[in-house]
Nanobody, 125 residues
Framework: QLQASGGGLVQAGGSLRLSCAAS????????MGWFRQAPGKERMFVAG????????YYTGAAKGRFTISKDNAKNTVNLQMNRLKPEDTAVYYC????????????????????WGKGTQVTVSS
């Protein structure tokens, strides 16, 4: 079970930190990712991280502004979002891929095996 938190309302240029806690142990062979879904749009990949070595991959919109990180001891994955823009407004979802992920390519929705409930991020202009 995955539980995401940390969403909210923030002004453009501000920051938010999302966290996703897994209730079970995450294998070193797993990958975790953050996706987002804006109103009327498909759920899209944002960032992914390899649980084995922390290698990470970002979509172009996230690169340079967002940082994905993991805490093995707490079984959590975080997404630090800086310099937020109104177009970042979406429901953000964390998900687990129960097979090896190198952290060197974007994850697809079909790659993920478990999803958490989303957390709303709203960026005002």
């Amino acid at each position: 079970q995955l539980q995401a938190s940390g969403g909210g309302l923030v002004q453009a240029g501000g920051s938010l930190r999302l966290s996703c806690a897994a209730s079970g142990r995450i294998s070193a062979n797993y990958g975790m990712g953050w996706f987002r879904q804006a109103p009327g749009k498909e759920r899209m990949f944002v960032a992914g991280i390899s649980w084995s070595d922390g290698s990470s991959y970002y979509t172009g919109a996230a690169k340079g502004r967002f940082t994905i990180s993991k805490d093995n001891a707490k079984n959590t994955v975080n997404l630090q979002m800086n310099r937020l823009k109104p177009e970042d407004t979406a429901v953000y979802y964390c998900a687990v891929m129960t097979s090896y992920y190198s952290g060197t390519y974007p994850l697809g929705r079909g790659d993920m095996n478990y999803w958490g409930k989303g957390t709303q991020v709203t960026v005002s202009s």
